[in-house]
Structure formats: C-alpha cells, structure tokens
C-alpha cells in the first residue's frame, strides 16, 4: 500500500474506529431485536444506504478506496467516498470559505466576550467538532448526550442540506450518543444507528429511518419516545413511525407505527407517566397538520416503569379530543393541576386538555399575535411543580415575554431585542438563559441561507431572580434553524445544531464530523468551590417522602432542587422542570430531604439533584428516579 494512501485510510480508520462508524460499529447498532426492524425484500440494498452520497437518488454509489476498504470495510469506505465527492461538487462553498469565516467567529467572539466577566455572566469555554448536526438532542440519565438528524445531502451553506423534499434512499436519519466523561474529541462519539425502515415512497429503498423533525419526551424508565419523521417530499410528509432509544442498552426499538403520519409533532409526558402526542403535518404534505392527539401507550398497556421494560411493537390510541392547531410544533406542558397545557403558535390556539376526562378547553387568547419558532418555560415555583409558563421569542419584532398564569396572560419583562429560534433553559439556581436565535429561519439578519449574521443573535441573555433579563456573552457560531441546548449533569451548557452555520464553518468538510458543540459555563462556576454531593439514593423514590444525602460539605449547603433533564428540538422544550426540595434537617454529613408531594408536581422518572450553597453554587448533580410503581 503506498504510504500516502496508508496515512489517509489510517486517519480514516481513527476517526471512526470504536465510535462513529467503524464496521464494528455498524454490525453493533444494526443487531436490534428482528421486531425492531421493519421486514424488508429480497433485494439488494442500495449500498450507501442513503449515507454520504449527495447525488440525486438513482445515481452511481461513490467507489472506494480499496486502501479505505482494508482498514473499515467497503461499505463504510464507499460512504466515505461518497462524503468526499459531495464535498468535490460543493466547489462553490470553498474550505478557505468555511475556515476564513470560523476564524472570524472565533475572533469576534474574543473580542465581545472581553466586557463580561465571567463571575457575572458565564463563559464559553469550548468548541469542539460533533459527528451530527444535533437537530434533535437529549440528556440521558446515564450523563450522556444523544444526537439524532439527518444525513446532508448537500454541503453549499447557501442552499437546503437537508433532505426535506428527498424521496428514497438519501431520505435517511442518524443517531449517535456523545459521552463527556471521554471529553471532547472524535472517541468520545459512538454510533447508534436508528432501525431501517422502508418508507411508503414508493421506491422501497431500506434506510435508517427518517426520524427528523419528529416529536420526542422521555419515559418514566429513562428511555426517550420519538414519534414521527420525514416520508420525504410534498416539501416534507409525515411518516407514522415511533421508536424508543434504550439508554441503558444504547439501543433504538420500533413501536407500532402512529394512526396517522406527523412531520412537526409535539409530545409530553403526563402526571401518569404516559404521553401525549399532537400536530405534525401529515403524509398528505406539508400545510395539512392533523388535529388527531394519540396517547402513549394506549390505556390497556403498562406505562414502561424499569429499565428494562423495554416498549418493543407497542401500540399508540386515540386520544378523546383533537387538536386542531394550524401550525406545527406546538408548546406542551404538564403543569401541577395534572393537565396538558397546548400552547399553540397562533395567539387564538391557547387550549386545556384533561389527560383523564379527554377533554380540550379553550384557554384566554395570547396577547402577541402570530409566534415562530420561539421558546417556551415552565417557571419555577418552589416546593411545588410549576404553574406558569412563560412564552419568549418566536418574533423578531417583539422583545416582550409572555407569561400564562391561572385564567390570564400577562406581558412580562422583554429581553433585549427580538429573536426566533432560541433556546431559554432553566438552571439549576432558578434563572433562566437564553442561548441561539436569529431573524427567521435561515435568516440571520442578511437575507434567508446566507451565513453572515448580526453579532447580536449570537448574544446570551440571563434572567435573574429578579425577573429582569441582562445581555451577556456571544456564542461562537450564530445558531437559528434546528439550534438546541441543554443543562448537564455538571451544571455546564451544551449548545449545538443548525446545520447550516455548523457546515458554513466546519473545519474540514470532508471528514465525517458535521457538526459542532459549544460549552458554556454559566456565572455560578466561577465563583469559588462548588458543594459536594457524594451519595444519593440509587432505587426508586415514593412522592412526599423523605430521604437522605451525603455531603461532606453539609454545613454550606442552603437548597437542594431537582431539574429534569432536556430533551428538545425547534425550540420546543416539553421536558424541563425546577422543584426546590424541602430540607428537613442537617446532621453531620448527612442532608434530610423530602420529595415532591405529587405526581402533578413532578411526573415520574430520572432528575438531576444538585445542592447549592449560599452564594447558587451548585453540586455536581446526581440522578434520582422519581415514582414508585
């Protein structure tokens, strides 16, 4: 073998070996239980099966390097070819293109960032490149990351690289898990293939399955439910598809496929541990959502409790009333009276649902009008689940926050300026931080795909205790479409997605790692020494309970709170919850505290619990399950 081609398989083979794609990989995620995976005919699959190969469908698979092919397998080395060739036909987006613009970001960003001091607004620490675009993005309660998006079908920025409209084989997803216990570089990725499937498009191309701009929440077992996904065409259909990813096995399972087809769906976990599906666009195409809401599982099936009750050919049901949003994705929450508050895009579409009686209610019209992609938060309220939401973004005519509270809407505090696309997260002290935004979609205040952006939707903006919101540090890359965030276990930030500004500034375009991932460290990590929380309970928990915490540094500690984790997409955040925990009594190391009273308050399954000290320092979290069945 010559040596140059040597030193490219090699370099291949490193970037992919154990985590990304390695053939072992590969066989790894495909061996799911036979029910898992969709029956497929005898025929032979296209090779790249919709993986690395940019072309139109029909076109030749890209050849391997049989130098490749030695080291990783042919199929893994015919994608990377065809990875290559996309990145060859992309000649009008040049990699001095791409590199000249991520060393101005990162040089604007100095710059900016030198007038916030870290104790008061945070940092961004790092930046670092991801195999995935991060379109999708959920914390496990094993402390890892999982990513789920599409492959590109194209790598000009300028252009749609996604396969919305796709029909066959480059109309595929993707998966992988990212451990932060590994760091940050190419080995602390790994693979987790989704089933394939074969869609109804009429070309009967087994892929991995379609599963972008689905709808997803986790279940009381820790595994997360996604529902829906792309058929492909018709600018977008919905596929009927549901899965579940098995954290604790790093495994994807199928569930029977959906009544109807959702491409934009929103989901939510009820006070019973079940949930709620609603809206997405239906397989008719896009500008047909459907108004049929489904519960999962049905009534006459187990709520999947222990983890290692796996939901594995489970069948959906209609729920008793319909959701007739106009728009997609709507925002969902599980407030502590127990019921489903819809908060639609349209300012007439504010509805109640009762998960018991199956009933819809209107609910007082929103103030603002028409609302994008904007976030939404339950605020939180103490010792009991929330009871107010809070609506940002979603206008980049209107700064104002929105807040829904009992019978009525109030105008709260505005943020600095307008924005869509945004991420608002709460944080373990309480305040909330919004990361991500930009003018509209793909438009990030020059005109729709064009990479510039005004430096001020890279901008963080904080909300105190206080209820007044502050601008604080710019992030590295501006984030708008399919942008996500989450808070981790160590109480630092993970920003990723929009898969235009991650391949307008990827490093080098013609290896496997798409994306990218920015760490912030909010203010509360730099402010001396953080509590200690060394031991938890590890079985299940009862609701108003008590239980008891090791701390070595008991004495420091003022609050202790739980916050479940993220999992969310297009800036719908159904998942997210503060409880302030009652501390009953301190006794040398140990630490009494008392669970939430209800499930209403706080629905079953895995929180973060961390400990804070006077000053909001928190511990490093540990994770309790909530619930007993």
């Not at 101005?104 to 195999?131: I, K, V, W």
């Not at 019973?272 to 809206?279: E, K, L, N």
């Not at 049929?292 to 187990?302: H, W």
């Amino acid at each position: 073998m010559p040596r140059a081609a040597h030193r490219s398989a090699v370099r291949s083979a490193v970037l992919c070996a154990g985590v990304l794609v390695s053939a072992l990989a590969v066989a790894a995620s495909a061996a799911v239980p036979a029910a898992a995976v969709a029956d497929v005919p005898h025929r032979p699959p296209a090779h790249d099966g919709g993986l690395g190969d940019a072309h139109p469908d029909g076109a030749a698979p890209a050849a391997a390097d049989p130098a490749e092919a030695a080291l990783i397998g042919e199929e893994h080395a015919r994608a990377h070819a065809g990875r290559r060739r996309a990145a060859r036909d992309a000649g009008g987006y040049p990699q001095a293109t791409r590199s000249a613009s991520l060393a101005a970001l990162t040089d604007s960003q100095a710059r900016a960032n030198a007038a916030f001091p870290a104790a008061r607004f945070g940092r961004f620490a790092e930046f670092f490149p991801s195999p995935d675009f991060g379109v999708h993005l959920a914390q496990l309660p094993t402390g890892k990351v999982l990513l789920f998006s599409f492959e590109r079908v194209e790598t000009d920025p300028t252009k749609e690289t996604g396969p919305t409209d796709r029909i066959g084989r480059t109309n595929a997803g993707r998966a992988f898990l990212w451990d932060p216990a590994r760091g940050t570089g190419a080995r602390a990725f790994k693979e987790v293939r989704p089933p394939t499937v074969l869609i109804p498009d009429g070309t009967h191309w087994p892929r991995p399955a379609p599963f972008f701009c689905a709808g997803h929440a986790f279940l009381p077992n820790g595994m997360v439910a996604v529902f829906g996904g792309n058929n492909g065409g018709k600018g977008g259909s919905g596929a009927r598809l549901s899965f579940v990813f098995d954290p604790w096995t790093e495994t994807w399972y199928r569930n029977r496929d959906m009544s109807v087809g959702r491409w934009y769906p929103s989901v939510v976990t009820g006070a019973d541990g079940r949930q709620i599906i609603m809206s997405g666009q239906s397989e008719r195409g896009t500008g047909t959502p459907t108004p049929v809401v489904e519960r999962f599982p049905a009534k006459r099936l187990p709520v999947p409790w222990r983890t290692y009750d796996i939901p594995l050919d489970i069948a959906s049901e209609r729920f008793g009333a319909d959701a007739p949003f106009r728009n997609d994705y709507p925002h969902l929450f599980s407030l502590r009276d127990g019921m489903i508050y819809g908060l639609g895009r349209d300012a007439d579409q504010q509805w109640l649902f009762d998960p018991v009686k199956e009933t819809r209610r209107d609910l007082p019209r929103r103030p603002a009008d028409f609302r994008g992609y904007g976030s939404a938060v339950p605020l939180p309220a103490g010792l009991r689940g929330p009871d107010s939401v809070l609506v940002l973004g979603g206008d980049p005519l209107d700064p104002n926050t929105y807040r829904l509270s009992g019978a009525g809407w109030t105008t709260e505090e505005p943020r600095a300026f307008g924005r869509t696309q945004d991420d608002t997260l709460i944080l373990p002290d309480a305040t909330l931080l919004t990361v991500n935004g930009a003018l509209s979609t793909r438009d990030y205040g020059y005109g729709p795909f064009n990479p510039k952006a005004d430096l001020k939707y890279r901008q963080t903006e904080l909300r105190g205790a206080d209820g007044r919101w502050r601008l604080g540090p710019a992030q590295r890359l501006p984030r708008g479409y399919h942008s996500n965030a989450l808070v981790m276990p160590d109480g630092r930030v993970m920003v990723t997605g929009d898969e235009l500004q991650q391949i307008a500034n990827d490093p080098d375009i013609r290896d496997t790692m798409d994306g990218s991932i920015e760490l912030y460290e909010p203010a509360y990590l730099h402010r001396g020494p953080r509590p200690a929380l060394d031991r938890a309970p590890g079985g299940e928990l009862p609701h108003d309970a008590a239980f008891e915490v090791r701390s070595s540094t008991a004495s420091a500690v003022r609050r202790a709170v739980l916050l479940a984790p993220t999992t969310v997409t297009h800036a719908v955040n159904t998942s997210q919850r503060h409880l302030e925990l009652p501390v009953t009594g301190v006794r040398g190391d140990t630490i009494t505290l008392r669970t939430p009273a209800t499930p209403a308050d706080a629905p079953p399954g895995y929180y973060m619990l961390f400990l804070l000290d006077g000053r909001g320092v928190p511990s490093t979290a540990k994770w309790l399950k909530l619930g007993v069945r």
